[in-house]
């Protein structure tokens, strides 16, 4: 506890004195504009320090909105290919190229944790998935990325189809908190209530990572909840990361159910799969728009290079409103 509080201590001090810097740029900012008329070489440099500035404002405000609980946290993010063979598989494998791109865009770390492969033989050599899991490690990056949680739907011409027909798939998006302590997640997990399997970590085509069983897959019984890890190199490390990302989906799901539990107090009820939350349309026209803010890009390919900035932002305020 006192750790907690020392920690959010140390946090609140950094913010004091963020905005203590930029409250004096500010000042030095006005005395360089009432002499830079005079100078055009200083007005330059006056408009390059405003910009950054605005940059740096823009980025502590948007921390602002990030104030529920488990903001601040690391993020498990996991895609799963929807229904549709080869083009679903495809699909998933652009979306996760999208966020990897995105992660490194804004300076995230992230590591894959699972995959499972599907079918080879896409466009540009792509190798399909059915799922994925990848943690992103960064301050704030459940907080950025939680509304990302949804269906995506693209419509485009199948790569896969000989007669160049016009074809929709689906994906979707899950995102959750991971937690450093797992005690902070107020939900309790009985060792009878979890089902632990070992088995060999596999790449592309089918082929062993390693010939030892180091990958774990850990199934919560009650829930019927699955969480794996491969990535690490020993059971016990595998072990550890599976039960942080199962812990990451039972919050999620206790999110849910009270989502749920106030959709139904207020009227409303609608089913959390069936939210399609962004359209990627590459055929007959190009266009990204995003079902529930109303933002919409042209510059199809620079969204699917990762390009999300404007989207995330708009989810973040239109949310905390």
Same mark, same amino acid.
């Given at each position: 506890?006192?750790?907690?509080?020392?920690?959010?201590?140390?946090?609140?001090?950094?913010?004091?004195?963020?905005?203590?810097?930029?409250?004096?740029?500010?000042?030095?900012?006005?005395?360089?504009?009432?002499?830079?008329?005079?100078?055009?070489?200083?007005?330059?440099?006056?408009?390059?320090?405003?910009?950054?500035?605005?940059?740096?404002?823009?980025?502590?405000?948007?921390?602002?909105?990030?104030?529920?609980?488990?903001?601040?946290?690391?993020?498990?993010?996991?895609?799963?290919?929807?229904?549709?063979?080869?083009?679903?598989?495809?699909?998933?494998?652009?979306?996760?190229?999208?966020?990897?791109?995105?992660?490194?865009?804004?300076?995230?770390?992230?590591?894959?944790?699972?995959?499972?492969?599907?079918?080879?033989? @896409?466009?540009?050599?792509?190798? @399909?998935?059915?799922?994925?899991?990848?943690?992103?490690?960064?301050?704030?990056?459940?907080?950025?990325?939680?509304?990302?949680?949804?269906?995506?739907?693209?419509?485009?011409?199948?790569?896969?189809?000989?007669?160049?027909?016009?074809?929709?798939?689906?994906?979707?998006?899950?995102?959750?908190?991971?937690?450093?302590?797992?005690?902070?997640?107020?939900?309790?997990?009985?060792?009878?209530?979890?089902?632990?399997?070992?088995?060999?970590?596999?790449?592309?085509?089918?082929?062993y990572v390693q010939k030892r069983e180091t990958a774990v897959r850990i199934i919560h019984v009650p829930?019927?909840?699955?969480?794996?890890?491969?990535?690490?190199?020993?059971?016990?490390?595998?072990?550890?990361?599976?039960?942080?990302?199962?812990?990451?989906?039972?919050?999620?799901?206790?999110?849910?159910?009270?989502?749920?539990?106030?959709?139904?107090?207020?009227?409303?009820?609608?089913?959390?799969?069936?939210?399609?939350?962004?359209?990627?349309?590459?055929?007959?026209?190009?266009?990204?728009?995003?079902?529930?803010?109303?933002?919409?890009?042209?510059?199809?390919?620079?969204?699917?290079?990762?390009?999300?900035?404007?989207?995330?932002?708009?989810?973040?305020?239109?949310?905390?409103?």
């Amino acid at each position: 506890m006192a750790e907690a509080v020392g920690k959010e201590i140390s946090e609140l001090e950094q913010k004091i004195k963020i905005f203590d810097n930029i409250e004096k740029e500010l000042l030095e900012i006005k005395s360089f504009l009432e002499i830079s008329t005079k100078d055009e070489k200083l007005a330059g440099e006056v408009e390059k320090k405003i910009e950054f500035l605005a940059e740096k404002i823009e980025k502590e405000s948007f921390e602002i909105f990030l104030s529920e609980p488990y903001d601040k946290e690391d993020a498990i993010l996991q895609i799963f290919a929807g229904a549709g063979g080869r083009d679903a598989q495809d699909w998933a494998t652009m979306l996760q190229r999208m966020y990897e791109r995105y992660f490194e865009r804004k300076g995230f770390s992230y590591k894959i944790l699972e995959q499972s492969f599907g079918e080879p033989g @896409g466009p540009d050599s792509r190798i @399909g998935i059915k799922s994925v899991t990848i943690e992103i490690s960064s301050p704030f990056a459940f907080g950025f990325l939680k509304r990302e949680a949804g269906v995506h739907r693209l419509v485009r011409i199948s790569p896969f189809s000989s007669q160049n027909l016009r074809h929709t798939s689906f994906a979707q998006v899950q995102v959750f908190p991971k937690l450093k302590d797992l005690k902070e997640f107020e939900i309790e997990i009985k060792p009878e209530e979890i089902d632990i399997q070992t088995f060999r970590a596999s790449g592309p085509g089918g082929q062993y990572v390693q010939k030892r069983e180091t990958a774990v897959r850990i199934i919560h019984v009650p829930t019927k909840i699955q969480a794996s890890c491969q990535s690490e190199r020993s059971q016990a490390q595998n072990r550890k990361k599976a039960i942080q990302v199962l812990y990451g989906k039972l919050y999620q799901l206790k999110q849910q159910e009270f989502q749920k539990k106030e959709k139904e107090f207020k009227g409303k009820i609608q089913a959390s799969w069936g939210n399609q939350i962004r359209s990627y349309v590459l055929h007959p026209y190009r266009l990204v728009k995003d079902l529930r803010t109303g933002v919409e890009s042209l510059d199809t390919e620079g969204v699917l290079d990762g390009d999300l900035d404007k989207f995330i932002q708009a989810e973040i305020k239109i949310f905390r409103r």
